[in-house]
């Protein structure tokens, strides 16, 4: 059910949270243009959400978050381990070294970062040894200024995709980050798609430009903060750190990056410029959530359209499908071949068409002398219109499947639902199906007949012609009757309907020859739109599996009015 705008939320972070609960449902199953970078963005979208907005909105007195992030070989994981004072994240020269993220905090802050609190998706871990891909490595250390805490990522431009992307995630998780490269990588792309990232979300940024060569730190740091203005990051403090030797702990020399270790000891000890860090970067990613989101409710309305498109493409082939059928059992079409050919026999040779005579009673006492005899089994004709009935089923089903297969095909979502899957022809079961309808419609006109005769004023009539005889003759003028006709303006086939006509309508009249062949005629249409629904729903069953609902987009544009009036509220108390 539709939310109203009564239902609207009052505090951000509610507003928030509704956003992030219909992004998070939010499918774009179909393979469309816009789709893939949909998804990334949906997949984004509810990670900050999850890792930082809504967990610092619900405690925005926790401790500050910074996250040491950068390329490969920065030193990032060596910078942490000197601010700390010891090793707490593993360095080295083998790449990556960082797979598992690792998080130092003070010891009184542990309880803001043992839970799932930010980063819920990975798993706590204490113990070194246990650190692996999908954990959070936490490490207490009273070195760690109290209300910051550091966390060390993998590579952002690792060769190893899951460290690439598990990168990102958190860096979007920061309330502050701080970036490091190095002399000789500072200009690469990669660190610069991250800044251009962090400047659009307006977060708060230092860099840290490590292995600095000495006698280049002027003109290396005047470069890059030539760079940084450039992209909007001219207020962002750079630190710079010489290149110097490692011990065998891979530790660098004490007071190496005593300038890093001053800003953030300052930071973490001045709670109005925690709170500014907080507010800046925290409005920042909710206006980034913001501008990123109705995208992601325009490529909702994208599937619904194409969804429906792809609806309408398989029904009208089956509809038109059932259609035709009901045609060519109405307009003499089924009268011709095999059936034409069993039906005279059954009702005797063109002599006696010759002397058919108009007065009903004449007619009726020949056609009587006649059917006594039954020179031909009725059942020979049952077949020829079981087999007619059943080819035309058939046939018409087949040129659906094509035309809805070509169609699907033809339409990129379509190619992607259909895969491997050929449907250009109907479905395996689709002939013993059919058979089985056009035996069991044979059978519900046969009870129609019985039905009606069972009246006392045609009983003896009925038996002197016997069920399946007038049963037959029934079928005939079903698909001989067009446009509600009669008599002999549907003589078809060189008039043999008009014997089944004559015959029925001397033994019940012609009132009830018309209500019984409407029903004959409006079973058939029945089971064979029951049988194109069948077959189409080889096509439509893929669509309904996907619940694509048409309401979604305007769900994700409802949240986000909820999200902009809780902003304007707040920001006016």
């Known amino acids: 059910m539709a939310v109203t705008i009564n239902d609207a939320p009052e505090s951000i972070l509610d507003a928030l949270g509704v956003l992030r609960d219909r992004v998070g449902k939010l499918s774009l199953p179909l393979e469309l243009p816009r789709a893939p970078e949909a998804r990334r963005t949906a997949r984004q979208v509810v990670a900050q959400l999850d890792d930082y907005v809504l967990p610092r909105l619900r405690e925005i007195d926790a401790p500050l978050l910074a996250v040491v992030g950068g390329s490969t070989g920065a030193g990032k994981s060596t910078l942490v381990n000197a601010v700390v004072g010891r090793p707490v994240s593993p360095a080295g020269v083998l790449r990556p070294t960082t797979r598992a993220p690792v998080l130092v905090f003070h010891p ?11 980063l819920p998706d990975l798993a706590r871990v204490t113990a070194e040894d246990l650190a692996a ?23 952002v431009d690792s060769v190893v995709s899951e460290n690439r992307l598990l990168a990102t995630q958190l860096l979007a998780a920061a309330d ?45 740091r005047h470069h890059l903060a030539s760079m940084l203005d450039q992209h909007g990051l001219g207020a962002a403090p750079l630190f710079v750190v010489g290149e110097t030797k490692v011990d065998d702990e891979g530790m660098l020399p004490p007071g190496h990056v005593a300038s ?20 800046r970067t925290l409005d920042g990613a909710v206006s980034g959530i913001v501008r990123r989101s109705p995208p992601l409710a325009e490529s909702a309305d994208d599937q619904y359209r194409a969804a429906k498109t792809l609806r309408t493409a398989a029904e009208v082939p089956y509809a038109e499908a059932a259609d035709a059928i009901d045609r060519a059992s109405r307009d003499g079409s089924l009268l011709r071949g095999e059936v ?15 002397s058919l005579e108009d007065k009903v009673g004449v007619l009726r006492d020949r056609i009587t002398a006649f059917v006594r005899g039954r020179p031909q ?9 079981e087999h007619g009935l059943h080819a035309l089923i058939v046939d018409e089903a087949d040129r659906a499947a094509e035309r809805a297969d070509a169609a699907w095909r033809a339409d990129p979502a379509g190619r992607g639902l259909l895969g491997a899957d050929d449907l250009s022809r109907g479905s395996p079961g689709l002939g013993p199906t059919a058979a089985e309808q056009v035996r069991a419609w ?13 009246d006392k004023r045609y009983t003896a009539r009925v038996l002197s ?19 509600g006709l009669t008599g002999a303006e549907i003589g078809i086939a060189g008039g043999t309907a008009v014997v089944g006509q004559k015959l029925l309508e001397a033994i019940f009249g012609d009132q009830a020859i018309r209500r019984l062949a409407d029903a004959a005629r409006a079973d058939l249409r029945r089971r064979a739109e029951s049988l194109m629904a069948t077959e189409r729903a080889r096509f439509t069953e893929r669509l309904d599996a996907l619940a694509i609902d048409a309401r979604t987009g305007q769900s994700i544009r409802e949240a986000l009015v909820w999200v902009g009036q809780a902003r304007e509220r707040e920001a006016g108390e």
């Open 377 to 385: 089994p009725a059942a020979r004709v049952e077949e020829a219109i």
């Open 176 to 220: 502050l980050w701080l970036f490091v490269t190095s002399a000789a990588r500072y200009a690469d792309a990669v660190p610069w798609d991250l800044l251009r990232a962090a400047v659009d979300r307006s977060a708060v940024v230092a860099v840290v430009l490590d292995r600095v060569p000495a006698g280049a730190e002027d003109e290396v």
């Open 465 to 483: 012609f016997g069920l399946n005889g007038l049963a037959i003759a029934l079928m005939i003028v079903v698909f001989a009757s067009t446009a």
């Open 340 to 354: 034409l050919a069993r039906w005279q026999d059954f009702v005797g040779t063109g002599e006696f068409f010759r």
């Open 108 to 118: 009184s802050d542990a309880e803001w970062f043992t839970s799932d609190r930010i």
């Open 260 to 279: 890093v270790s001053t800003w953030l000891d300052d930071l973490a000890s001045d709670a109005g410029a925690r709170a500014e860090v907080v507010r």
């Open 442 to 454: 044979q059978g519900a006109v046969l009870d129609l007949v019985r039905t009606e005769g069972q």
């Open 133 to 155: 891909p999908g954990t959070l490595h936490l490490v207490a250390d009273e070195a760690v200024p109290q209300g910051l805490a550091l966390l060390d990522t993998p590579d």
